[in-house]
Structure formats: structure tokens, C-alpha cells
């Protein structure tokens, strides 16, 4: 679980205990952010329905790989990892 103080939103992810929480809250703390990118600027965020945020499933993909930078940064600093290369269709880091 993380949260952000000033617009009161609370992210909470359920993820594979194997996964680790470092991973479980970079994850969160990008949803977060995003989400509160795209809908904490109005101030109407409380008089909003579910469907008002249909569009940000749209997101949740871009911001699952953008998670890929600061997870592979924990991984060299907390196990001293020298070199990774992470690869996909869509992005090479």
C-alpha cells in the first residue's frame, strides 16, 4: 500500500509474495502517480463515478514497463548486479 498526501488517494496492489514488496510498492507508487496525474487535478476528483476512469486502463500497460527502470536500478544496487539488459517487442533498457 502506498498513498499520497495531498490528494488522499491510497494505491493498494496485491502481488506474488515471491515478487518481493520493493517491487510491490515501485509498482503501487507508479499507479499512483499516474493515476493521480491524469485525475487529481480537478477538484471534482470526489463527485467522479468508476466509469469517469475508464481511461486509465489504457495507461496501466506504459506504466508497467516505465516500472522497469527503477526496479532494475534496485536490483544493481541492493545485489550488486553489474550489467542487465531487459528486452522486449516493444522497448530494450
Same mark, same amino acid.
Given at each position: 500500500?502506498?498513498?499520497?498526501?495531498?490528494?488522499? @488517494?491510497?494505491?493498494?496492489? @496485491?502481488?506474488?509474495?515471491?515478487?518481493?514488496?520493493?517491487?510491490? /510498492?515501485?509498482?503501487?507508487?507508479? =499507479?499512483?502517480?499516474?493515476?493521480?496525474?491524469?485525475?487529481?487535478?480537478?477538484?471534482? =476528483?470526489?463527485?467522479?463515478?468508476?466509469?469517469?476512469?475508464?481511461?486509465?486502463?489504457?495507461?496501466?500497460?506504459?506504466?508497467?514497463?516505465?516500472?522497469? /527502470?527503477?526496479? =532494475?536500478? /534496485?536490483?544493481?544496487?541492493?545485489? /550488486? @548486479?553489474?550489467?542487465?539488459?531487459?528486452?522486449?517487442?516493444?522497448?530494450?533498457?
Amino acid at each position: 500500500m502506498v498513498s499520497d498526501e495531498s490528494s488522499k @488517494i491510497l494505491c493498494i496492489l @496485491i502481488y506474488d509474495k515471491e515478487d518481493g514488496e520493493i517491487f510491490g /510498492r515501485i509498482v503501487a507508487s507508479e =499507479l499512483l502517480t499516474g493515476f493521480t496525474e491524469d485525475y487529481y487535478s480537478s477538484p471534482q =476528483l470526489a463527485l467522479r463515478t468508476s466509469n469517469d476512469f475508464l481511461g486509465f486502463n489504457s495507461r496501466i500497460g506504459d506504466i508497467f514497463s516505465d516500472c522497469a /527502470r527503477p526496479v =532494475l536500478y /534496485r536490483c544493481k544496487i541492493f545485489f /550488486r @548486479i553489474v550489467n542487465i539488459v531487459v528486452a522486449s517487442v516493444d522497448f530494450c533498457l
